[in-house]
């Protein structure tokens, strides 16, 4: 028995490490994002390298996680995927009773680092509603549209329970965008729509105090401008700051004379723009919107129902990450500590997301074979 495993073990190891899967406008477009984040990152921390390079191995880690996750084909990762949801949401129980963190428990800690379970969800939730989608008639029925939401339902309570608005809101966009590229009629998006704007009161009776306040302060932040109001108020001096083209790169002010908080974090994208201005945000707007564009594309060309709902969801889910992370660097939308992809400081959700990329190579690469 051990022989038969040992073989089969090597038939998958030598399948994996083999022929390249790699999809090369995708990944220049990811390695010259990873590189902007770096050198922000650098500018951001004063010009100290330890959390470059930190971040750097992170970036390492991920990328030799996406070459692997690359290789295996979908039909295999579609059989992996109620496993995978099943393992990550019992992770998120495991958080609830040993997890750690600074005014949050969103963390466990392994000894040599901490990781945040519920960044996996990003990935294995648009997976598990693909995956249930997969073997039912598309467009789906009001049925399978139920215990769609029940599957994203579950794991976000927990997630919002930690509690992390801002991760719950991505893991329940990413889902949902699962759901609503399976064919839905437009009319039965907007019902759904209609359906969650009816039940936002609701929503915000079970918000914290200090999430409401957060709301409230993105529609007038001079109301408290030394309390609630101070994030949103220097990130939007130092987003004016930056003009047209910038004070140059490591001349950002507002980050190095400490006045804007989580520089390195959820508002780095400040930095970036008080040093390179308007005209380094549009391209790198640009180049966000190539590499969402190529995810949709290789979307368009998948070959079965569950690969094209995973590369879409994946697709739009990059593109919910760097909205909201904008939004919120520029005061239009509330403070709720989403990062920017691949240029914010964080190691679970860059790793999380290269290897996202991974499975959208896999789904390209093995689009003309037979599953």
């Known amino acids: 028995m051990i022989d038969i495993l040992n073989v089969r073990l090597r038939r ?12 090369l406008p995708l990944a ?22 330890s959390m470059v390079v930190g971040q750097a191995i992170r970036f390492v880690l991920g990328g030799v996680l996406l070459l692997l996750v690359s290789r295996i084909p979908p039909a295999t990762l579609r059989t992996w995927t109620p496993w995978f949801y099943a393992g990550s949401t019992a992770l998120l129980l495991v958080v609830a009773v040993l997890g750690e963190g600074r005014g949050a428990d969103r963390w466990l800690n392994l000894g040599v680092m901490r990781f945040q379970p519920s960044e996996l969800l990003k990935l294995s939730m648009p997976m598990m509603v693909a995956w249930y989608l997969h073997t039912r008639p598309l467009p789906p029925s009001w049925k399978d549209t139920a215990v769609v939401g029940l599957l994203i339902a579950m794991p976000v309570a927990l997630i919002y329970k930690q509690p992390d608005l801002g991760t719950a809101v991505l893991v329940a966009a990413a889902g949902t965008f699962a759901l609503f590229l399976s064919g839905m009629s437009w009319w039965r998006i907007a019902a759904l729509l209609l359906v969650m704007v009816a039940l936002a009161p609701v929503g915000w009776h079970f918000m914290h105090q200090y999430q409401r306040d957060r709301v409230l302060t993105m529609l007038n932040p001079e109301s408290d401008p030394l309390g609630n109001g101070w994030h949103i108020i220097q990130s939007q001096i130092a987003v004016g700051s930056g003009g047209i083209f ?17 520089h390195t974090t959820d508002f780095i994208f400040a930095v970036y723009s008080e040093e390179f201005g308007l005209v380094g945000v549009c391209l790198l707007l640009v180049l966000y919107a190539f590499i969402i564009g190529r995810c949709l594309w290789i979307a368009m060309q998948a070959r079965d129902s569950y690969s094209r709902l995973l590369a879409g969801a994946i697709g739009m889910s990059f593109f919910v990450y760097v909205f909201v992370n904008g939004g919120m660097v520029a005061g239009m939308l509330p403070v709720v500590g989403v990062p920017m992809p691949m240029v914010s400081y964080g190691g679970t959700s860059a790793v999380t997301l290269l290897v996202g990329f991974g499975v959208l190579m896999s789904i390209h690469a093995h689009r003309k074979m037979h599953d």
């Open 28 to 49: 220049a477009g990811l390695f010259l994002l990873g590189c902007i984040g770096l050198a922000t990152l650098y500018s951001a921390d004063g010009g100290v390298l």
């Open 246 to 262: 910038g004070k140059g790169f490591g001349h950002s002010t507002q980050s190095k004379l400490d006045f804007l908080p989580e």
């Open 12 to 23: 998958f190891v030598a399948r994996v490490l083999t022929r390249p899967r790699i999809d």
